[in-house]
């Protein structure tokens, strides 16, 4: 727990400045969240809902939050739920209309009006669509935000060599992905 | 952050080609989103907790005292017969609005038409009228234990306790059994199984020739049947003089020759 988390959270628990304390959390954090959970749901607008979310649930949660964990490592967790949460109910919605996530991710980066298919950004993110959903969190909690294997798996809830086979089979199937495509 | 090597490293161990790929998001956040989203997101707690306040109310101070409330009531025996837990629940009633078809019951099975306003399972004489009183001294012991004054009973002893209790009259119930069993058969009078001859013989001499003759005709259908096959039968006993001299060797001669004069035939029967 940083010194600043441990003011922010005084400043929650305040009846007087307890906005101020959570929008100071707000701002610390959220734009490694958002960008944490726009690289799983594509779509900014999706995004926006999910974040939104994730501080309703954090508003809930932080009266009761213990502090033996880092509130950084808390708030991933918060935002990976939520983020499979969300994409379970785009799948229901999908099993509906008969049509599938996957294609439905793919279709959406390919309709970002910034998207180009010659730029290795980009395939990179195709790429990424493809994965099982946990190896897709792993390899972009590892890849992108740089997590250490200990701290994800407090975040996940899984073992290190779980965590380090499932990165391992993710990188190997990305790189299938662009040799290929 | 640390580490940043070593996951470079580690990437570029598994693929070469993945760690040549910049680390870039291609995706475009709209202009001043990050600057707006804190209010944002606080006006959304705002409202998620607005609109849960405004889904039910209760009246001011309800829940003040509430706890202690329910506890002198129950303490005070209510849902017996006095005051009822519920006024509203109390003027229902507890009469079940459904009905069955007339005769359901009798298609479905007339041995369960029979049965089934009787319940074969019957309480202890007087448990309902002792049962409110049992319960209230039971919470008055679990509201004095949580308050730290009442003797705490562990689970294990009230079963080990119950557990000898059930031994013990089981152990009752077999000695009574054997008891009984034994008594019974030391008193029984003896040859009450079945009577000698001789007693027969003596009783049968009470009885009057009018009562036995009344017997044997009533029971001549019976009797009948069996004398006739005993005559039918082809059985047959194989008598010599030579048997028939040792058989009738204690008979002193004057009573043989008295027998065959009242009863003829005497040239058949060889005497001593």
């Known amino acids: 727990m940083t010194i600043q988390d441990t003011e922010l959270l005084l400043q929650f628990r305040n009846p007087d400045t307890k906005e101020k304390g959570f929008t100071a959390i707000i701002r610390k954090y959220q734009e490694k969240l958002y960008w944490h959970i726009r690289r799983m749901v594509v779509e900014h607008e999706d995004a926006n809902d999910v974040l939104q979310n994730v501080f309703i649930r954090v508003w809930n949660g932080l009266e009761n939050f213990r502090e033996d964990s880092q509130l950084y490592t808390w708030l991933y967790r918060i935002a990976t739920n939520e983020c499979l949460s969300y994409m379970e109910q785009q799948k229901r919605k999908a099993a509906v209309s008969f049509d599938e996530v996957e294609s439905g991710l793919t279709n959406k980066i390919v309709a970002d009006k910034h998207f180009d298919p010659n730029k290795l950004e980009w395939k990179l993110q195709m790429a990424i669509q493809q994965l099982p959903e946990k190896q897709r969190v792993v390899f972009t909690l590892r890849y992108y935000d740089e997590m250490p294997y200990e701290e994800m798996s407090r975040v996940l809830d899984t073992s290190e060599g779980a965590l380090k086979a499932s990165y391992h089979h993710a990188v190997k199937k990305i790189e299938d992905y662009i040799l290929n495509h | ?272």
Request: charged fraction near 20%; glycine fraction near 10%.
């Open chain 2, 1 to 272: 952050m640390n580490g940043t090597n070593e996951i470079l490293e580690e990437l570029r161990s598994l693929s070469p080609s993945v760690a040549a790929i910049s680390r870039q998001v291609p995706y475009v956040v709209p202009e001043g989103y990050f600057t707006n989203f804190p209010a944002l997101a606080l006006g959304r707690v705002v409202d998620w907790k607005d609109s849960k306040s405004l889904t039910y109310s209760v009246p001011e101070g309800y829940f003040d005292g509430l706890a202690e409330g329910i506890l002198a009531r129950i303490k005070g025996g209510a849902g017996a017969d006095g005051d009822p837990v519920s006024a509203i629940l109390a003027r229902i009633g507890r009469v079940t609005p459904y009905q069955a078809p007339e005769g359901f019951f009798g298609e479905l099975s007339p041995l369960l038409a029979v049965i089934r306003d009787k319940t074969p399972y019957a309480v202890p004489e007087g448990y309902f009228e002792t049962f409110p009183a049992v319960v209230t001294a039971r919470t008055e012991q679990m509201v004095a234990r949580d308050t730290g004054k009442g003797k705490v009973v562990s689970l294990g002893n009230r079963v080990r306790r119950s557990a000898g209790w059930m031994k013990y009259s089981a152990a009752a119930v077999v000695a009574g059994l054997i008891f009984t069993v034994g008594w019974l058969r030391w008193h029984q009078p003896p040859g009450s199984g079945s009577k000698s001859p001789a007693e027969i013989a003596n009783n049968l001499s009470k009885v009057s020739d009018a009562e036995l003759q009344n017997f044997l005709t009533d029971q001549d259908t019976t009797l009948a049947q069996p004398l006739l096959n005993v005559s039918n039968s082809t059985a047959t006993i194989d008598v010599n003089d030579t048997d028939l001299k040792t058989l009738l060797g204690d008979v002193p001669d004057g009573e043989l020759k008295q027998y065959m004069e009242e009863h003829g035939g005497a040239s058949d029967i060889a005497t001593n």
